[in-house]
């Protein structure tokens, strides 16, 4: 099982930037795909970002390519959501995903980032 906390949002003007973390537990941790999602006011949750157990592969949500930048640091149990150049559609409560085949999904409670004109 994984827990999953996410930080780092907050509010910010239009061009600016944000980092989130999202902080791991578990011991199998870097067996999992991990992921970024996020639900605005009123949306569905959507797909924003993903990378693989190695970190070799990652995946982007095309709104976001070359302004978001996923990591992750397995001997740390963290990912990160580089985000740049973040525009007042970016806001919406974001959400640290854990994925595999042998142990499940798991979920963070968000963190709210607010992008203002």
């Known amino acids: 099982q994984v827990r999953l906390v996410e930080s780092g949002g907050g509010s910010v003007q239009a061009g600016g930037s944000l980092r989130l973390s999202c902080q791991g537990s578990?011991?199998?941790?870097?067996?999992?795909?991990m992921g970024w999602f996020r639900q605005a006011p009123g949306k569905e949750r959507e797909f924003v970002a993903a990378?693989?157990?190695?970190?070799?592969?990652?995946y982007y949500l095309d709104s976001v390519k070359g302004r978001f930048t996923i990591s992750r640091d397995n001997a740390e149990n963290m990912v990160y959501l580089q985000m740049n150049s973040l525009e007042p559609e970016d806001t919406a409560v974001y959400y640290c995903?854990?994925?595999?085949?042998?142990?499940?999904?798991?979920w963070g409670e968000g963190t709210l980032v607010s992008v203002s004109t």
């Open positions: 995903n854990a994925r595999s085949t042998l142990f499940g999904i798991y």
């Open positions: 578990g011991r199998f941790f870097k067996s999992y795909a």
């Open positions: 990378i693989n157990w190695r970190g070799a592969d990652t």
